[in-house]
């Protein structure tokens, strides 16, 4: 009978351990599947609270009536949105983004003096041959075909617009170029005849083409050719000017690329950094005075501003000021980060948006440019 006793008991002792295990994982599981819930949950509500966070940031820009804008006047915290939107844990930055150089329509003037801030303004001809719409390289640039090509995995040069400021990355030398000046460049904003170079206006053409055709090389050369004579003589004033340019660019076509062109200034002095700054008054050989410009801010209207410039060069024309800067910023970079409470990740909302008024004295109209949604955690937002 002991014999038979103790298998009994032995296997009794297996049954509950079995039972036990059960028990444990069953209740492990449902832990697990409550904390899931919960963290899905939590990151749902922090998407939506930035959601909300980047709207109330729009509205503010749509209904906002002053001549000037400021950094201060666009720095947000919690306090700031809590009395329409309740208590939203979040953190938000407000830039002028088109106070940024363009890179896809910079002059190549203008480029050399922000890259020479840097000391890398012999990668310029790089650039500009990375966004011209031939492949022809520059002197001081490579072949394309040769470099680009050979690459692995092989590298297709854009000739054309450049989507994200990040591209320049793919470009020779552009791991230095893009640590040195990813502050200061964007991708956003429109083109300004004035002093824009002749590849601008030939990639705009190529890019409202429905067909998605090229150039011939001849009409390329062609409206090239005749575009600068153009503004070189100044006679590139207003959007029906270019119609001068060549029998390509009609009426229908000038409708097409009328979103494309500004001869409005973009850059706002109250928000440039100082190498922007510095490339701007360079152009004027007025970089000597950088500091008594920076001194000044910010600058309060119009007369303020045209003022400080022209007590540094009387030669200045009013126009010549007005073609580069203005003081009601355009285009804005929004940047909303929330985090849920069960996880280290931090959701990133980003967004490029421009504002145009339809006409005098009426609220802007916001047009999104870019949009994105990402999660960053801790150690990724350390290596940056």
């Known amino acids: 009978?002991?014999?038979e006793r103790g298998a009994i008991t032995l296997l009794v002792l297996w049954a509950v351990l079995i039972i036990s295990a059960m028990a444990l994982a069953i209740g492990y599981n449902l832990e697990m599947d409550a904390l899931l819930t919960r963290q899905f949950r939590e990151e749902a509500q922090s998407r939506q609270d930035a959601r909300a966070i980047f709207w109330w940031i729009v509205h503010k820009l749509q209904t906002d009536t002053d001549d000037v804008d400021t950094p201060d006047q666009w720095m947000f915290t919690e306090e700031d949105w809590s009395s329409d939107l309740g208590t939203l844990a979040g953190e938000c930055a407000v830039l002028d983004e088109g106070s940024r150089i363009n890179i896809n329509t910079a002059s190549e003037v203008m480029l050399h003096n922000l890259f020479s801030v840097y000391e890398i303004e012999k990668t310029v001809p790089l650039l500009l041959d990375w966004r011209d719409p031939d492949d022809d390289p520059r002197p001081g640039s490579v072949d394309g075909t040769d470099y680009y090509g050979k690459r692995k995995p092989p590298v297709k040069v854009?000739?054309?617009?450049?989507p994200l400021p990040q591209e320049v990355r793919q470009i020779r030398h552009g791991e230095k170029i893009w640590r040195r000046v990813q502050q200061d460049i964007t991708v956003w904003g429109p083109a300004n005849p004035t002093f824009m170079e002749s590849d601008v206006l030939i990639n705009i053409i190529e890019a409202v083409d429905e067909e998605g055709k090229e150039l011939d090389p001849s009409i390329r050369m062609e409206i090239a050719n005749r575009f600068i004579l153009l503004r070189n003589e100044n006679k590139l004033n207003e959007l029906e000017d270019l119609l001068q340019v060549h029998p390509k660019i009609n009426r229908e076509?000038?409708?097409k690329i009328e979103p494309y062109i500004s001869f409005e200034g973009v850059l706002n002095p109250n928000f440039l950094s100082d190498s922007v700054f510095y490339a701007i008054l360079k152009g004027w050989n007025?970089?000597?005075r950088l500091e008594e410009v920076l001194e000044a801010r910010p600058f309060t209207s119009r007369d303020v501003f045209s003022s400080t410039l022209r007590m540094l060069n009387p030669e200045l024309s009013e126009r010549e000021i007005?073609?580069?800067f203005t003081l009601e910023t355009k285009i804005w970079r929004i940047q909303v980060t929330t985090q849920p409470t069960t996880t280290s990740?931090?959701?990133c909302l980003e967004a490029v948006v421009e504002r145009k008024r339809e006409g005098e004295g009426q609220s802007w109209n916001i047009g999104i440019l870019?949009?994105?949604e990402y999660w960053l955690s801790a150690e990724e937002e350390e290596d940056g």
């Not at 854009?158 to 450049?162: E, L, T």
Request: no cysteine; glycine share 4%; aromatic share 14%.
């Open 1 to 3: 009978m002991m014999p």
């Open 158 to 162: 854009r000739n054309g617009f450049i």
């Open 253 to 255: 076509l000038l409708d």
């Open 286 to 288: 007025l970089e000597e």
């Open 322 to 324: 007005w073609s580069l």
């Open 345 to 347: 990740r931090r959701l």
């Open 370 to 372: 870019s949009y994105r």
